[in-house]
């Protein structure tokens, strides 16, 4: 029964990355048949990220009302109906509103699940599932493709994806009984008060850790999303190049994940964190060099991307450790909801910076975020030392 319900939580990691590529891939199909501008493709990812900051804050409450059987069914559920009614959307205001079920769905499968996991899995695992949600972010950008080249246009690939997240409700439906078989401590303590923000802060080392997810998501999202455009305008490669080069930094992130669940286990969470930052720090120095061979610039990319590889999850796994399990899933919805902060604040804010300076500003920027990210990691690390 436990290896079934690994089995489950391993599918659900995927349906996690299946719809979160699907916007940028149908976009260009999708704005101009609803005749919107490009742009406001923002307007509905902000209101995706504002919904899933809100339902990951919530976390902790819902979870304790419910367990996390029923919050993943449930969330998948409502994650599969917001992908349904995208693709009958007949307008902007339409996606705009279903927005917002999608990103409350989205935040509180994700937190819920990243706690179970933290609590009664090891870090090999932890890796692993987090590779298996950046299989399901690859594939969803190839059924998408695979609909608009065979003439069934997005509200096919929408539907498709959806389908498969109903077919994933129904076996976690199923699956409940093995959930409630082995519920977590935090689940466990239902009379325990529900943290608030103001409880959490206050925590030692609470906020040091907070700080630097929100540093390590804004570094992630922020190379992902510029680095074509950097290609294209401070190195000289042509667009069609630079979008392939672009790609390798999500496969260096899903090939490091595989790899690091071999050795995260000996390593421990604390080491990965600090291996994973000195990659990238690495990776970024080579994108300082003022060479004007591309390749070199390519390398620094999939270095970046492999050292992003194991923060995310062993920094999740860590959190019972660090700061009790009694106060994990409240930490673990409010770091996720800093890393949305993250994600979705500082892409934009380095295009403005783009803009008015200069796009070759990319790696000072990513060094900024990746160094913030060492401060307070190294920070929370001595904090618990003290405490040991």
Not at 133 to 148: I, N, R
Not at 300 to 310: E, F, K, S, T
């Amino acid at each position: 029964m436990v290896h079934l319900l690994l089995c489950m939580i391993y599918v659900a990691f995927i349906s996690l990355g299946l719809p979160d590529s699907l916007l940028g891939s149908a976009w260009p199909v999708m704005h101009a048949e609803l005749g919107v501008p490009l742009s406001y493709a923002g307007i509905i990812s902000f209101t995706i990220s504002v919904c899933t900051i809100i339902s990951s804050l919530m976390s902790e409450w819902v979870n304790k009302k419910l367990g996390t059987g029923l919050v993943t069914a449930l969330s998948v559920l409502l994650t599969a109906a917001a992908l349904f009614g995208f693709s009958v959307a007949e307008g902007f205001i339409d996606l705009c509103l279903i927005a917002v079920p999608y990103g409350l769905g989205a935040g509180s499968v994700d937190a819920a699940l990243n706690n179970y996991v933290a609590l009664h899995y090891s870090a090999r695992h932890m890796n692993w599932l987090h590779c298996f949600w950046g299989v399901g972010a690859a594939v969803g950008p190839y059924v998408m493709g695979a609909y608009l080249t065979g003439g069934m246009g997005w509200q096919g690939g929408y539907r498709c994806i959806a389908l498969i997240q109903i077919i994933l409700t129904v076996f976690l439906f199923i699956s409940l009984p093995i959930w409630k078989g082995r519920s977590s401590s935090a689940e466990a303590a239902k009379d325990r008060r529900i943290h608030r923000l103001s409880d959490i802060v206050r925590i030692r080392g609470a906020i040091h850790i907070l700080i630097a997810f929100l540093g390590y998501a804004a570094l992630e999202a922020t190379a992902g999303m510029w680095a074509s455009s950097y290609f294209v305008l401070a190195k000289g490669v042509s667009k069609e190049v630079a979008a392939g080069y672009a790609s390798m930094f999500y496969i260096g992130i899903t090939g490091g994940r595989f790899l690091s669940g071999f050795v995260a286990g000996r390593v421990g969470d604390r080491n990965m964190v600090r291996i994973g930052l000195g990659v990238i720090l690495f990776g970024i120095l080579l994108l300082l060099i003022p060479v004007g061979v591309h390749q070199l610039a390519l390398a620094a990319l999939i270095l970046i991307g492999c050292g992003c590889a194991p923060i995310y999850p062993s920094i999740i796994h860590s959190t019972p450790v660090n700061f009790g399990s009694e106060n994990s899933q409240a930490l673990v919805g409010i770091q996720m909801a800093f890393a949305h902060i993250g994600s979705a604040c500082m892409p934009p804010l380095f295009g403005l910076i783009a803009r008015n300076i200069d796009i070759r500003i990319y790696p000072f920027f990513l060094l900024f975020f990746g160094l913030l990210t060492v401060v307070t990691t190294e920070k929370l690390n001595r904090i618990q030392r003290r405490k040991a």
